[in-house]
């Protein structure tokens, strides 16, 4: 009996150590039960996303605790309903939809879609002929202002991620695809509604045979207003700045982040900045060169590029003076632009009875004999007619920018006339102007600031501090409007830049980094070498053993296995379905897949193996493909006609 308890007691002794986990197992058996619950998105919408938005229980990595959370205002089991069924042509001809608009659990809204579809887009719908893809009309998924959903017809171009359903793309497309048709469907219309009203999210999509049911609740608003204060910051974007200082002023841990070390010492902040080449073509008139401000009175153009300035009183007797007075008459003429003047001429100018012609104050003139003083002339005032002398004289080196005066000064007897005329003749043709407006001058210069991203005219040659070897080429642009249009030919017009810049916030000591220093520069695989300060100010060096537990044997990767399955292009562009345009419109959609144990490719219906499970790396080919369309894009040209 002795002999007996004495095993037992053994055995039972020995089991402890035979059962126990090492902390590799233990860390093996937690991350075996955190995938079991979070592996993929479907993991995480049954364990964790649809009862936390319905209000059930949710538990723990290791079902050891449970709680109920409660992450909406309102609960709706079913908050959208969607039902599609395809008829003989192909065409979706019944499209009805159900919505619980108020989440009260019952259907308030409904709407029968009045077209057929044809066409299946991510935010719309296409309707055509049935069975056929002539007479197409392109239809986006809207709310109207109550909120209620409705369709309204865009161009093709305001739809995205078209495809053809209908027979004339294949047969049997919808039923063939229902599960896929119906995400798609659904997709668009929650997205429309889900933009009008951000309080609404959508837990859980769940599909029965054409139908497909959407969960929803509402999570961020629990008003009945539909308008949730983040979502303005949309349409001013500036306004977070303002909101996050204020925000920031009323926050302790804010405040007491802004105070630390880290918070008062050196920081990075971007800056962002442009050069702008502003070239500008403007129609230079002949009031743009020369105009007449004062005096005078008339001002006659005479063609596009002459004009005759006039001053006086030319009608007959129309000044009287007596046995003899004196009139003045003066014309102001503003030059504005002297070098495009090609030449100003007094052409003509008398009177009766005598005149005199200044300009800025000098004599040029004067009849019908010499009269040089300001006073009355020489000789008998009267002098029973008129004169008029057509001298010709060029005026053109006397009128630089600015302000001159004409200066017509009479003697008259009795009744008299006065006048005088200048010609001018100017260059009329298009002025271009081109400055070059650097705001990047003072980053650029700053040592402390450094290129981060720069983007000339669309192409990005600085990305992330490191330069791409890309650079646009000269590009040749017209400038202008009218007859007054230049092509003007420039390596660049606008450069984008983005700067990294390191600024002083504070007078803060920077962090003492020698210790650790000293371990990395000191340490072995075996051996810890440590230095410690001492409050004297010294320091006090230590050895020990060091050594790190044995880490287990990993994989050299996850193992994937490569599938594909044939498609056709049912795919859709303004110019038709696009497998229409092809020799043969069937592909192939590639998948990767995460073997299962015992290295089982998990391939799906119709799909075939193309590459056994293993360390498969298909980044060259990925490369390459993501290049080939790069290029392809470089090379295409969008115009407005066809060509």
């Not at 005088?420 to 210069?445: F, H, N, P, R």
């Not at 594909?564 to 092809?582: C, H, I, L, M």
């Amino acid at each position: 009996m002795k002999t007996r308890a004495l095993s037992l007691a053994m055995v039972l002794g020995l089991s402890v150590p035979l059962y126990a986990q090492t902390p590799e197992d233990r860390a093996r058996a937690a991350a075996a039960a955190a995938r079991a619950k979070s592996a993929d998105s479907d993991a995480l919408l049954d364990n964790y996303v649809t009862p936390g938005m319905a209000g059930r229980s949710i538990t723990t990595i290791d079902s050891s605790k449970a709680f109920t959370p409660d992450l909406a205002c309102q609960k709706t089991a079913t908050y959208l309903e969607l039902l599609a069924q395809p008829n003989a042509t192909g065409d979706i001809g019944t499209l009805s939809i159900s919505r619980d608009s108020d989440l009260d659990g019952s259907f308030d809204e409904a709407l029968m879609v009045p077209v057929v579809t044809s066409g299946i887009c991510a935010n719309g719908i296409i309707s055509c002929t049935p069975g056929t893809w002539d007479a197409c009309r392109f239809f986006r998924w809207d709310t109207a202002t109550s909120g209620s959903l409705k369709l309204s017809e865009v161009e093709l171009t305001e739809l995205a991620g078209c495809y053809c359903v209908n027979n004339s793309c294949g047969n049997n497309l919808v039923w063939g695809n229902i599960a896929s048709v119906l995400t798609d469907l659904g997709g668009g219309v929650v997205g429309a509604l889900t933009t009008a009203d951000a309080r609404i999210a959508i837990s859980q999509a769940s599909i029965d045979g054409p139908v497909i049911r959407y969960t929803g609740a509402q999570t961020t608003s629990c008003t009945a207003q539909s308008a949730v204060g983040a979502t303005a910051y949309k349409s001013n974007p500036g306004a977070i700045s303002s909101d996050a200082s204020a925000a920031a002023q009323a926050s302790s841990v804010f405040q007491a982040l802004a105070a630390s070390s880290t918070g008062t010492g050196t920081s990075e902040v971007s800056r962002s900045c442009t050069i702008t080449r502003q070239i500008t073509q403007d129609e230079i008139t002949i009031e743009k060169i020369i105009d007449r401000v004062a005096g005078g009175y008339a001002t006659s153009v005479t063609g596009s590029d002459a004009v005759t300035f006039l001053m006086g009183s030319p009608s007959d007797n129309s000044l009287s003076g007596g046995s003899c007075s004196i009139f003045d008459f003066h014309m102001t003429l503003r030059v504005k632009d002297s070098d495009r003047l090609r030449q100003v001429l007094l052409t003509r100018f008398g009177a009766d009875d005598w005149a005199q012609i200044r300009v800025d104050g000098e004599l040029l003139g004067s009849g019908p004999q010499t009269w040089t003083g300001t006073g009355l002339p020489p000789g008998k005032c009267e002098k029973k007619g008129a004169f008029y002398l057509n001298p010709a004289l060029d005026l053109t080196s006397r009128m630089t920018q600015g302000d001159h005066d004409i200066w017509l000064r009479v003697a008259v007897a009795e009744g008299g006339e006065a006048y005088a005329a200048i010609d001018a003749s100017v260059d009329t043709g298009c002025k271009t102007s081109e400055q070059l407006v650097d705001t990047c001058s003072g980053y650029g210069a700053n040592e402390a600031c450094r290129l981060q991203d720069e983007v000339v005219d669309g192409v990005t040659t600085f990305r992330s501090g490191v330069n791409t070897g890309l650079s646009p080429l000269p590009q040749t642009r017209v400038f202008g409007t009218g007859a007054c249009t230049a092509q003007v030919a420039r390596d660049f017009f606008l450069r984008e830049r983005t700067y990294r810049c390191t600024i002083d916030l504070g007078a803060a000591a920077e962090p003492d980094l020698s210790r650790g220093a000293y371990i990395i520069d000191h340490s072995a695989e075996t051996l810890l070498a440590d230095r410690i300060a001492n409050a004297d100010g010294s320091y006090s060096l230590t050895t020990r053993s060091f050594s790190m537990p044995d880490r287990g044997s990993v994989s050299a990767c996850e193992p994937i296995c490569k599938t594909r399955k044939a498609e056709g292009n049912t795919a859709v562009a303004p110019d038709g379905v696009t497998g229409s345009k092809q020799t043969d419109p069937t592909g192939w959609d590639y998948y990767y897949r995460t073997c299962q144990d015992s290295n089982v490719c998990p391939a799906g219906d119709g799909e075939e193996l193309v590459q056994g499970c293993g360390c498969l790396d298909d980044f060259p080919e990925a490369a390459v493909m993501m290049q080939t369309v790069r290029l392809g894009g470089a090379d295409m040209v969008c115009t407005s006609t066809v060509r």
